[in-house]
T-cell receptor
Framework: NAGVTQTPKFRILKIGQSMTLQCAQD?????MYWYRQDPGMGLKLIYY???????DKGEVPNGYNVSRSTTEDFPLRLELAAPSQTSVYFC?????????????????FGPGTRLLVL | AQSVTQLDSQVPVFEEAPVELRCNYS??????LFWYVQYPNQGLQLLLK??????LVKGINGFEAEFNKSQTSFHLRKPSVHISDTAEYFC????????????FGGGTRLMVKP
């Protein structure tokens, strides 16, 4: 299994440009998440999904959109990039609670996408 | 709402010395607790987790943590650190009735010196 994969690894955007951060997982996990990581701030949840066709906002959703058309993929869309969106973005996935005792609520993270908006 | 506080943003320590990284949480319900490690330019990797049962949890790379409900703490310890333990460590909490939603602390950078 490749686990959770993210593309691209690094991207520079100009203010106002748009882009999609890709995330895929091959573990058949129902739950998927997008976080952003800013220095000294830990990880903040942007959006999450509990299954195909179902998404919901996290703590910091403004300026972002997501979709979940399949179990495997969970892309994050930035429509009008702003300098405040400069960050490292992590995608994660986890199995349904209680259905995988050995995984026990664990989230599995991708390697991250570093985004710089200038 | 739950919150997680990691009291130390940086912890410098010499190689082979013991280390403790502190984590306190607040929640009104039962919780699951996690420690993740992030090596430079990599994603987060699970170190250990507490779901229920024994309050002393052992993880990978010789780390362990103890859940203390009365003090709402989940401190991470290692008796002897190596240079390779240099990384950022994140404590996280999930409320038992909230699916898999994690709330992260701000992180602690462990710097192991030779």
């Amino acid at each position: 299994n490749a686990g959770v994969t993210q593309t691209p690894k690094f991207r520079i955007l100009k203010i106002g440009q748009s882009m999609t951060l890709q995330c895929a997982q091959d573990m058949n996990h129902n739950y998927m998440y997008w976080y952003r990581q800013d220095p000294g701030m830990g990880l903040k949840l942007i959006y999450y999904s509990v299954g195909a066709g179902i998404t919901d906002k996290g703590e910091v959703p403004n300026g972002y959109n997501v979709s979940r058309s399949t179990t495997e993929d969970f892309p994050l869309r930035l429509e009008l990039a702003a300098p405040s969106q400069t960050s490292v973005y992590f995608c994660a996935s986890s199995p349904l609670p209680g259905l995988a005792p050995e995984s026990g609520e664990t989230q599995y993270f991708g390697p991250g996408t570093r985004l710089l908006v200038l | 709402a739950q919150s997680v506080t990691q009291l130390d943003s940086q912890v410098p320590v010499f190689e082979e010395a013991p280390v403790e990284l502190r984590c306190n949480y607040s929640s009104s319900v039962s919780v699951y607790l996690f420690w993740y490690v992030q090596y430079p330019n990599q994603g987060l990797q699970l170190l250990l987790k507490y779901l229920s049962g024994s309050t002393l949890v052992k993880g990978i790379n010789g780390f362990e943590a103890e859940f203390n409900k009365s003090q709402t703490s989940f401190h991470l310890r290692k008796p002897s650190v190596h240079i390779s333990d240099t990384a950022e460590y994140f404590c996280a909490v999930s409320e038992g009735n909230a699916g898999n939603m994690l709330t992260f602390g701000g992180g602690t950078r462990l710097m192991v010196k030779p």
